[in-house]
């Protein structure tokens, strides 16, 4: 496949600058945010309970589908035919499928762990542990690796005319099948799983009032777990859908090849990997507890670089009062020098302005619980 526009041969296209552009974007702020979400999870150990697990395999999932899809996705619409050779033919494709089913299945293994965590907080202790979290994490990487394994065989590299193209190479029905299995199996089946816990975890929140907590408090706490809640579901379910949809049509129903289906061809690929950059946003948007971490590693990168240029400053001195802005203590208090960039240490769960009191067992509170 290359990035020619049906019917818009022998003229400037402002595709080919435009769709690169708009990779490019998409590159730059999923990269830097999924890295973002990393640092701020590892540097302080954050990952020991199950849902920064999962935030964590997420961001993975996230990370290395935008650097094994996006490049390469690009460079169709800015070069005539396919110049990575063979191996990358079969290879990108398959890291792309590989992730895309990662993510989803991640998707709807939180929304599990969050239904179990908020409507069975005493009973799930046992199993929503760690380990636990990590073995289905394994199993979600085993399973993908699965499903997206006969995408090795589906492209291959070949001489079209004079172009080298990477395309499918099955014959129509087995790619029909395979296409409908993707469908099933890496959306469908995750959107009614995501469906059906968030609703019956938003049921419970609106109809349960915790005896521990004054009615303010539980109302406040219920509005932000299911404005969190809506908008993890309701952005998987919105950027994946028109991709499907358009596969679905060509199978199913009518698809001409044309310069309107071919807009509609790049907008659902471009609305589907932007899914994979936009979580660190939300992040940022709904968690204080991300946007201080956020801000400490911004922090943290301009203070080294700007002691890195004042040369005659002493290495004690520059220490101790970097620590000191990184810190939540007050400046006066003594603490041990240290070069190190932290950000904010503590539970993620802890429920903002409620002095720890809404932490869990395990302190997984980070998804929803937050302002």
């Known amino acids: 496949m ?7 041969e ?3 296209q402002p595709e080919a600058v435009l769709l690169p552009l708009a990779y490019l974007l998409i590159f730059l702020v999923g990269t830097v945010g999924n890295c973002l979400v990393l640092a701020v999870l590892l540097r302080n150990g954050q990952v020991n309970n199950t849902t920064n697990l999962f935030i964590l395999n997420l961001g993975v999932a996230d990370l290395c589908f935008i650097l094994f899809c996006v ?27 590989l992730t895309m089913y990662a993510s989803s299945f991640t998707l709807a293994t939180v929304s ?5 965590a908020i409507r069975y907080p005493l009973h799930s202790r046992e199993l929503r542990t760690p380990r636990n979290a990590l073995t289905a994490i394994c199993l979600i990487w085993g399973l993908s690796l699965v499903f ?29 099948a395979m296409d409908l299995c993707t469908f099933v199996f890496s959306y469908l089946v995750p959107v009614l799983i995501l469906g059906l816990t968030y609703t019956r975890t938003i049921r419970y929140l609106w109809s349960s009032v915790d005896p521990l907590q ?9 509005r932000k777990v299911t404005r969190m809640i809506i908008i993890v579901a309701v952005l998987f379910c919105l950027c994946w859908l028109p991709h499907h949809l358009l596969i679905l049509c060509v199978w199913f ?57 004042v040369h005659a400053a002493p290495a004690t001195h520059t220490a101790s009062t970097l620590e000191a802005e990184l810190s939540e203590l007050p400046h006066g208090l003594p603490r041990r020098c240290s070069v190190r960039c932290q950000v904010p ?3 993620w769960g802890e429920e903002d302005g409620a002095g720890g009191q809404q932490q869990g067992a395990d302190g997984s509170f980070i998804t929803f619980n937050v302002t």
């Open 148 to 176: 997206s394994g006969p995408y090795l065989s589906y492209y291959q590299q070949f001489q079209l005319a004079n172009l080298t193209v990477c395309h499918p190479i099955w014959d129509a029905a087995h790619r029909k």
């Open 345 to 347: 240490e503590g539970s």
């Open 10 to 12: 022998g003229g400037w």
């Open 214 to 222: 004054d009615a303010s408090e539980s109302k406040a706490a219920k």
């Open 253 to 309: 129903g009518y698809f001409p090849l044309n310069h309107a289906t071919y807009v509609l061809r790049v907008l659902s690929h471009l609305v589907s990997y932007a899914n994979s950059c936009v979580n660190p946003i939300v992040y940022a948007l709904v968690s204080k507890h991300f946007r201080k971490g956020f801000k400490k590693i911004f922090s943290c990168l301009l203070r080294k670089r700007a002691a890195n240029k």
């Open 71 to 97: 490049p390469f996705q690009a460079t169709i619409y800015t070069l005539e035919g396919w110049v990575f050779g063979p191996f990358l033919c079969k290879a990108v494709h398959f890291f792309i499928y």
């Open 2 to 8: 290359n990035g020619s526009v049906p019917g818009s």
């Open 112 to 116: 599990l762990d969050r239904y179990l």
